[in-house]
C-alpha cells in the first residue's frame, strides 16, 4: 500500500519543508533514499558516541563543566541539522525517484525508533546529572526517555490501525530545540544553563517540556 502521512505543525509546513525541498534538488538521482536514510542514522550515532567520549557520566554541563570542547557542541549541532535533514527527504526522494516501498519505510522508521533514543541520552549531557536545581537524575533520565519512546510507539500503532501515519508536532520542535541547545552551549557555556531563567526555572526545565512534548 501507498505511505500515507499527515504533518500539521505549522514549523514543519511553513518552515521546514520549504527548506527540505530546496535541499531534495541537489541531491543526485542515482543516490539510494535507503542510503540517505543510513547516512543519518550513523551522523547521530556518531554525534552520540563523541559526546559520550568526553562526558560518560553526564557531568560536563555541572560537576565537570568543560569536559566537553567547545568544537562537539557545535559539531553536534551540525551532524544533529543534516541528520535531521536526511531524515526529512529520504522520503521525498524516494518518490522522486519513483523507488518508495514498504521495506524502505520499515528502514527509515525502524532506524527513527532507535534514533528517538540517542537523540533524548545525547541531550542529557546539556542538562547534566544530578546537579542540584539545574540537573536531572537518573530516574528522571529514564522516565523522559520513556516518555519520549510511548509517543513515538503510539504514533505508528495509529498508523498500523488507521494506515495514515499523524506526525507529531514533537519531532520538529525538538529537533530545532537539539541544534539551539548545542549551538548555544558551544557559543556561551555550559555555564548558560546554571542560571535561572524565570520565576526560579531554568532553560533546561523548558527544553525538557518541548524535548519531550
Known amino acids: 500500500s501507498q505511505y500515507s502521512a499527515v504533518d500539521t505543525n505549522p514549523l514543519s509546513v511553513y518552515i521546514m519543508q520549504p527548506i527540505w525541498n530546496k535541499i531534495i534538488k541537489i541531491v543526485p538521482l542515482w543516490i539510494a533514499p535507503n542510503l540517505l536514510t543510513f547516512s543519518g542514522f550513523i551522523m547521530i550515532l ?42 526529512s527527504i529520504d522520503g521525498k526522494h524516494a518518490r522522486r525517484t519513483q523507488s518508495s516501498t514498504p521495506l524502505g519505510e520499515l528502514f527509515d522508521h525502524g532506524l527513527d525508533s532507535w534514533a528517538t533514543s540517542i537523540f533524548v541520552l545525547s541531550f542529557f549531557s546539556v542538562c547534566s546529572r544530578d546537579n542540584g536545581k539545574t540537573g536531572v537524575s537518573v530516574y528522571t533520565m529514564y522516565i523522559y526517555l520513556s516518555i519520549v519512546l510511548f509517543n513515538f510507539m503510539c504514533s505508528h500503532w495509529e498508523k498500523y490501525n488507521t494506515g495514515v501515519l499523524f506526525l507529531p508536532w514533537g519531532y520538529d520542535i525538538s529537533q530545532v530545540v537539539l541544534i539551539a541547545a548545542y549551538l548555544l552551549t558551544g557559543t556561551v557555556g555550559v555555564e548558560v544553563w546554571q542560571k535561572p531563567l524565570l520565576f526560579g526555572y531554568y532553560i533546561t526545565d523548558v527544553l525538557v517540556i518541548l524535548l519531550i512534548g
Open 46 to 87: 556518531f554525534n552520540y558516541f563523541l559526546i559520550s567520549f568526553y562526558d560518560w557520566d553526564y557531568t560536563a554541563s555541572g560537576t565537570s563543566p568543560g569536559l566537553v570542547p567547545t568544537w562537539v557542541w557545535l559539531f553536534s549541532a551540525f551532524t544533529t541539522f543534516c541528520a535531521y535533514a536526511l531524515d
